[in-house]
Structure formats: structure tokens, C-alpha cells
């Protein structure tokens, strides 16, 4: 790996900026020690590569993630959370050369489950997904700045986004646990409980969803299913015309208490959002025929594959406002929701900096 | 191979086909947008542009690109 040298750490960031290595905001200049001491954090050795990043065709070694962590101020305990993330996106479904590539404005949404969540500091409640929160900002930023720096996603030039996100910056969150009704997503996915988890999905930036409660009308939760299904199927979608991919439904506790007062669990808000978000094909024909095709313009069309292709997340704080994250809905896998487990076992306890 | 490659995007065809391994890969310029120019537009640049394909193709004519830089891995 190339080392610049700077007279100081302020002519240091301008060179990071001119290079084009930050994304626009200042970075902590990754010296030797500070990246050593993530690589340390990762129990691998620094030459150790996670995979080829696109669309550059670069190795992700564990020096060049840990430059990146540090330059978006990680702490060294957030690495293993970093590398599990990388490794997800450097799966083939992930479609990582193409995600990064594309016009649209999809985004890694990172969602981590299990202990080293709350281990790290990771915000799941109020503003969970805002500013306020250093591990949830520094961890989706570090992914973001590997995706810069490693794979070359570089706007205008590589990466083609027409307008881009600010989920661009960083989207990391976990789930609010504590006043969740149901088990975390990732124990949905198979996970053992006491298993740190990763949950990786490429999507658009979040949709509010506002909706009230009525404890007297027993169609309260349909009501809230179908105003969630609405926004999923919303005619502004990849997903609603492509008809493919899969969504982020972030559901506020508030809201998924009014469906588990209802009796319905995580698997049963998937299915009834599966069955809810669709539109007709008339109305699709009528705003984008290229993606509508043929068929009866009465065809009742599910904007979603099947209800596994629904993320549900507890999150957020309690109130009126739950979220829905759409999503490009392409590439070759055709945007899957990807899980991979935390590799903790590894890490090295990393002695303080001096 | 001839890849075909609109205006905005022509830096990034230059670093996929780096990325790939094949610089020299020959491409051509086409203006932007191509998508919902209408049957008329699509007919007629398809026709201007169809000779030039078989001739690149067939080596008789030069691509639009240089040749780019082998990748940093």
C-alpha cells in the first residue's frame, strides 16, 4: 500500500480530499499506529483479503479496510462489525460492481443483531438512522469509504448514481430490542441469539410512513399494513414496475405493537405486506408502459417476489412515523436481503493508544 | 466485441474495461439519451451507426477509445 507524507495532519486531509479518498466531509488521518491498531482489532493479518471490490477489481485487504475505518473514525472494536459488512457486499448476490455503478441511488442498508451491537454502541431507537450516534456513523461510513477507496466508486465517473442519497454517507442501524415484540431479524434468519449478525440490503433512501393508531377499530393493524404496503408498492418504484428485488421496512414500536396486539408475528407482517403491495397493471401502463408489459390491464401486480423478500425491522422510536426502504430492484441476484455472521472470535483486545 | 457506450459514461466505460482487463476493448460514442428518443431517433442513429459496428469489427475502422491503464489491485 502507498504512504503519503505530510508536513502535519491538516496538510495530510487536504491531500486525502484532493485525492479523492474522502467523501467530501474531513477524515482522521490513518497513520501507521492508528491503522495497525485496527488491523490488530481484526486478528488477521493485514495482507488477508476479504475478496475483489468492483467495479475496480481491487483486493480488500485488511490494511486497506482498516486505513478506511480508521479514516472515518472508527473505533477498533467496530472492525470485526466492518469486515463482516464488507464481506456480505463481496458476496456474488450482493452484485457489487453493479450496485455501485448503477444510476440509481441504491445504498448499503447495514443492520446489526446480537450482543456486539449493543457491545458497540449502536443506536436502534430515536434517530437511530440520524446524526448523533458514532458507531452507527462511523461504521456505515467506513463501508462507504472502502467502497470509494477500494472498489472506486467515484461519482460521475464510476459511480453513476444521477443524484445519489445521503444514505450514501452512512446507513447503519440496529434494532430497538428492547421494545420489539418479536425475535431480532436475524434470529428470524436462522441465527442463534447469542450470534452477532449482519444484515446487509442495497436500498433507496427512507420513505415516511405516518399512521394512527385506533385501540376501538379492530382493523387497526390492517390499516397500518396496508398504508405500508402502499408505500412499497408506491409508483415512483424499481420495485412496483421491476416487480423484483426486495424492501427495508423499518416499523416503529409503537406500530408493531398494534400488530402483535393483533396476533401477527414477523413472518405474518411479510406475508400480508407481500399480499398487499400491488398495483394494477393499467395504472403502471399508464405512467411508465416501457416497464408495464403485456397482460390485462385489470392483472392485480405484487411489486415484491414473495414475502422472504421483506426485510421487518423493529426500529426507531415510538410514535406515528414507521419507514419504508424500496430498492433498485436489478443487477444479476436481483437485490437480495444478505445475512452474515460477526467473526468476534478472532479479535485481539487492543491495548489504548498512546 | 464492440461495446457501445453514451456520452456521460464514457469515463466509466473506460475504468470497467481497465477493471476487466480489457483496455483496448473497442468502443463507441453514442450520443445521450438513447432510451425514450422515440422509434424515429432509435432508427435513425441505429442505421448511422450499424456500419461503423462491422467495420470496427472487422478492423477496417478505428474504435472512438485509446487505450486505457492496466488496473491497481
Known sequence: MSTLTAVDEADALEQLHRLGCTDGLPVVIPTPERVARCVLATGADPTTSLGVMGPLSALTTIERVATNAVMAGCDPDHMPIVVATLRALLRPEYDLSEAQSTTHSTAPLIVVSGPLASACGIAGGFGALGPGHRANATIGRAVRLCLINIGGARPGASDMALLGQPGKFTMCITENSAESPWEPCSVAAGFDPFESVVTVIGVEGPHSVVFVDDADDPDSALRLLRVLARAIANPGSNNAFMRTGSVAVAINPDHAAVLARAGLGRADVQRELHRLATNLRGDLRELNPAFAGSGDAGDELHALPSPDHVLVLVAGGGGLYSTVFPSWSAGAHLNPILHERIEADQACEVPASG | ?73
Open chain 2, 1 to 73: 466485441m464492440v461495446a457501445l457506450v453514451s456520452e456521460p459514461f464514457w469515463q466509466q466505460g473506460d475504468l470497467i474495461a481497465m477493471s476487466n482487463g480489457m483496455p483496448d476493448v473497442p468502443r463507441l460514442r453514442l450520443p445521450h439519451p438513447v432510451a425514450g428518443s422515440g422509434t424515429a431517433a432509435m432508427i435513425a442513429l441505429a442505421a448511422k451507426l450499424t456500419p461503423r459496428i462491422i467495420a470496427v469489427l472487422r478492423g477496417e475502422q478505428p474504435a472512438d477509445n485509446e487505450p486505457v491503464g492496466a488496473p491497481s489491485t
